[in-house]
């Protein structure tokens, strides 16, 4: 098994209280609650180095007594040469009116067969893949869906600056540090949106990252998503 995950922590730059307060109150009026998040289908176009990769269309669903992400990846002409079309299937349940990832598998969609799947032991805090070795976290690590990132969306931004969380996908888990948040506004073929931009920045390289501008007028909704790595990088906006 491989060994704890590494807990260090950026260095951020000063940011006045005021203007901590100031964001703290605006981003807690708009978050969802884990208990209150809204069902509903999202539509986000993707594109990749400049070039239209398809859409990903998220589904969310009450599950019993928590949620279940759905993920479709419906690719381009171009996207298909190089890939394969998938679901990823995230659940998460509520304890202590939090959410917490629990499990997830990754699906082809035109075979419908299970191509991978994690599972998360948070007694033991251990992740445990079908298809790779097992890792270990410290208790109470800040986990999320690599998917799609639920866990944030009812989270309140200006108490992560610092913090470091793993982003698990069927595949692998990786670990990032939240960077102070900034507000934004952005536009995207939804429309214009007031928005927190959350940047995660890989813990074991300082050029891989991933943004997220959550919607500070309903329930924190991504509007737009990038993951850049490398100098290459992957846009998703909110269609509808």
Same mark, same amino acid.
């Given at each position: ?59 969310? =669903? ?15 002409? @171009? ?70 990132? @639920? ?20 595949? =692998? ?28 920045? =890989?813990?074991?390289?300082?050029? =891989? ?32």
């Amino acid at each position: 098994m491989r060994p704890l995950i590494n807990k260090s922590k950026s260095i951020q730059l000063p940011v006045s209280l005021t203007t901590i307060l100031l964001i703290a109150a605006f981003i807690a009026s708009s978050m969802a609650s884990a208990s209150s998040v809204v069902e509903q289908t999202r539509i986000y176009a993707v594109e990749y180095q400049g070039k239209d990769a398809g859409e990903l269309e998220v589904i969310i =669903r009450r599950e019993g007594e928590g949620y279940l992400v759905r993920s479709i990846s419906h690719l381009s002409a @171009l996207a298909q040469l190089f890939l394969k079309s998938h679901t990823i299937e995230s659940r998460f349940e509520l304890k202590n009116d939090q959410l917490r990832l629990v499990s997830g598998r990754e699906i082809l969609n035109e075979s419908g067969k299970v191509k991978r799947e994690f599972s998360i032991d948070h007694d033991n805090n251990t992740v445990t893949f079908s298809a790779g070795e097992p890792i270990k976290f410290p208790q109470g690590f800040r986990i999320d869906a690599d998917s799609f990132p @639920l866990g944030l969306m009812t989270s309140n931004p200006t108490t992560l600056t610092g913090e470091s969380y793993l982003s698990i996908s069927p595949k =692998r888990a990786r670990q990032y540090i939240y960077q102070s948040p900034v507000e934004e506004i952005v536009s995207v073929p939804a429309g214009d949106f007031t928005t927190t931009r959350v940047v995660g920045i =890989r813990n074991d390289d300082p050029n =891989r990252s991933v943004s997220f501008w959550l919607d500070k007028g309903n329930q924190q909704l991504p509007v737009k998503i990038t993951n850049s790595k490398d100098g290459r990088e992957t846009i998703l906006v909110l269609v509808k």
